[in-house]
């Protein structure tokens, strides 16, 4: 995590990370002004509260109370070495905790990340450097000298990936640090890697190595870059929206029509037939939520249809909405970036078709697994800590590359279905295993569903998202049937990347599907998007009509300047609201578009805060008591906006009934709330203060410091494609060696 520090007034000191700030001081013998603790004090807290997490996950994952568990953290300094220091951390547990929490619970604080890093002797390098910004890839680059790591099938080593992408991000400006590593059990590795300037620019990677655990996260780096993924849901502000091109500069504009039927160019036949099978789908709904141009049109990208070769135009609003991240991947060559997306599109839709229909697979035998030992002992690792793996053949009889790992939780009954697909029978049955353990550690196994019978939790629509979200969705009890539904096969479809990709093509249009294939280029490294329509999509088709993202254009504007609106403008604002059937409790930032910090009072203003807000604006005195009252009952708020509201609540009530002052009750009331909050909630029923906590902004969203980071991400990928891309001088293997990739496991 890059930690940036501003030196303040005094002895003060300022330390910016993420959407954070933390104030630093020394005390008054110091020469200091003693206004916030020291960095000192600020370490010694810290082990105190990572302790603390540790402890509270283990008793939220148990259904403990932790009120009654206190802890104190105290450090006894050496006498003849200051820099010699024990710290004694204490937790003071209820009587009635049975001996098996009370030990489980040090054994969590033992956990503890701080404590850990400090007892790996960490190393601390201090350099001078002539530009912060441009010291990029820090902790990413390993040198591709010496020996080189291959892959089994791929032809390019795994350091000369690495080398190659952190020197494609470089170029582009952006400084790729590592959240954190994790390697829970033998060969199983996944890591998180991110923007440093935007960190919600982020991906995880996962492999059996340390090297292809990198490979893989900088590689879906490169892809989401490439699809505009990372930037997919936000607004990306005017300047962008006013330029030659918004997304690529290949995308095409289509005018809408008076009549607001679809323009006629956009998609072909087969589309229109499974994306307006009623008639209802209006050019209006494909109006692009990241620009917002309805001047414009409708804004189209194009993919070669693989039956005839033939060029389709797809909106990029229907792609946003339907399809997610599904069907995208990067590569070192074109084949080896479609081998990738086609075997991520196979495995998600058998996943679906496994799930929503209860099958029941066959075991993958011990001696199919004993030809892959560094598989049997990740495996073999995660049964001796206590649970249970299941590993099954998810091909349904050798059609699909499909393999599945299934891990219990008999602690809390819980199961994790994961599932792999490529080619190689050894590959997807790696990363259904390490895909199990992306990003996880086994305590966060705890809170897996429990499998049931009900098949109707098994097939609702959300459980398919959660499942590809992260495969955290609801099985069926039916799965675990020691009758599957087919038998095992030990299938095998590797062979080149061209000769695979050429197999995964044949299986879609075997089953009569039609493929859309775009490759994308211009940062040095292949990318893909390949859409199959009726088949790929991860929302319903409907969503594009009843559910479109680019519902925000009702609101954007507005919102944006809503200090600015008048009376009849607020008023009409909050009719939209009424009249648009959203859920109330949905965020503003989600409903525009717009990235908050989350812990501002935009970042949790939702729809129902909004129109309370702006009924109190408006002196609807009642209408603004009825929100109160529902906003209290069931917000998670931060605690000062509670206590904002119930204030409110309090002044309204007395407002509202004439036999009540108002004044009889302001002494007390300002001794329960604070005379703050108070003078907010006076201010806020008066009308003397409107819109209290929400700063202002605008259009050009100032102010606005995380979505303008967004932006500028943006705005760097945007400018390398308007320069005609980034020339990168990527290493590429010989045209005897094949096709290679940056493997994702």
Known sequence: MEIKVNFLENRRLEAKFDDFSVISDQPARYKGDGSAPGPFDFFLASSALCAAHFIRVYCLARDIPTEKIRLSQNNIVDPEDRYSQIFRIQVELPEDLSEKDRKGILRSAERCTVKRVVQNDPTFAIEAVDNLDEDAQALL???PDGERTRIPGKDLPLEDTIANITGILEKLGMQIEVGSWRNVVPNVWSLHIRDAASPMCFTNGKGATKESA????????IERLSCNFFYNDFYWGEAIASSDFVHRPDERWFPLRSDDLLP???????????????????????IDTNSGRRDRGIVAMPFVRQSDGETVYF????IENLFLSNGMSAGNTRHEAQVQCLSEILERAVKKEIIEQEMALPEIPQEVLAKYPHIQEGIEALEARGFPVVVRDASLGGRYPVACVTLMNPQTCGVFASFGAHPSFEVALERSLTELLQGRSLEGMDDLPLPTFNSMAVTEPNNFVEHFIDSSGVVSWRFFSARSDYAFCEWDFSGTSGEEADHLFGILRDMGKEVYVAMYEELGLPACRILVPDYSEIYPVEDLVWDNTNMALDFREDILNLHRLQDDQLRALVERLDDSDIDIYTGIGTLIGVMFDEHSVWGQLTILELKLLIHLALQEHEEALDLVEMFLQFNDNHVTRNLFFRAVQAVLEITLDDELSLADYRYSLGRMFGE????????????????????PTN????GLEKHQRMLESYRKLHAARASGGVQSGVSQPGAAQGSATAQRH
């Open 141 to 143: 680059t390993i040198q």
């Open 214 to 221: 990198l490979c893989s996260a900088l590689g879906e780096f």
């Open 264 to 286: 006629e160019g956009l998609l072909d036949e087969h589309c229109r037939a499974i994306y307006d099978p009623d008639g209802e789908l209006c050019g209006s709904h494909l």
């Open 315 to 318: 909106p990029s609003n229907l």
């Open 676 to 695: 703050d909050t108070m003078a907010a909630a006076v201010g806020s029923v008066d009308g003397s203060v409107r819109f209290h906590g929400v700063t």
């Open 699 to 702: 259009t050009q969203l100032e």
